[in-house]
């Protein structure tokens, strides 16, 4: 027998006896709440929508077979092109690039050098264009310009020294 599977009854009743103590309705405003969050699902859901799908696209399409062929002649293989799949992904999607990460732990182990180092760089950077779709849309921001140039850039500035620090740390 585990406390967890009496930490979200507990928290129900506390939020229950509160409201009581209180005297406010609360199947009204748990009611409200629940309108609030279909309101806010509507507006989501394009966003989530139409970022999964492109996600979807580029994973399945043979875009990152030519983008590995480019980026390995520009950066002379400092990168391994099976990286590239990934560097790529993790601003869009964390999901899509742990499935990424995963098919590198698969085919390569999660102790090789490119498994410790699709490691390091999940740890190094966030899903920049995942944040600006949803949580700025979910409040409103429209001017997302600025905000997507720094994110973008704190990406790359984090995608390159989890490489290096990969290399140096593991001595890879």
């Avoid at 098919?103 to 190094?124: C, E, N, T, Y």
Wanted: hydrophobic content about 55%; charged content about 15%; overall charge positive.
């Amino acid at each position: 027998m585990t406390i967890a599977r009496y930490i979200l009854p507990g928290l129900v009743f506390i939020i229950v006896c509160r409201a009581i103590y209180k005297k406010l309705p609360a199947i009204d405003l748990f009611v409200e709440g629940i309108n609030e969050a279909i309101t806010l699902m509507k507006q989501l859901f394009p966003r989530l929508l139409a970022l999964i799908f492109s996600v979807k696209l580029l994973l399945y399409s043979d875009v990152f077979g030519w983008i590995k062929t480019g980026l390995n002649t520009i950066t002379h293989e400092q990168i391994s092109g099976e990286l590239w799949p990934l560097l790529l992904i993790k601003p869009l999607s964390g999901s899509a690039s742990l499935a990424i990460t995963e098919d590198i732990f698969s085919r390569f182990g999660p102790d090789s050098s490119l498994g410790l180092i699709a490691s390091v760089m999940q740890g190094a950077t966030d899903t920049t264009l995942y944040i600006v779709t949803v949580y700025f849309g979910a409040v409103g921001i429209k001017h997302v310009k600025t905000a997507l140039k720094v994110g973008l850039m704190a990406d790359f500035i984090g995608i390159m020294t989890a490489v290096f620090i990969a290399k140096w740390f593991f001595s890879l």
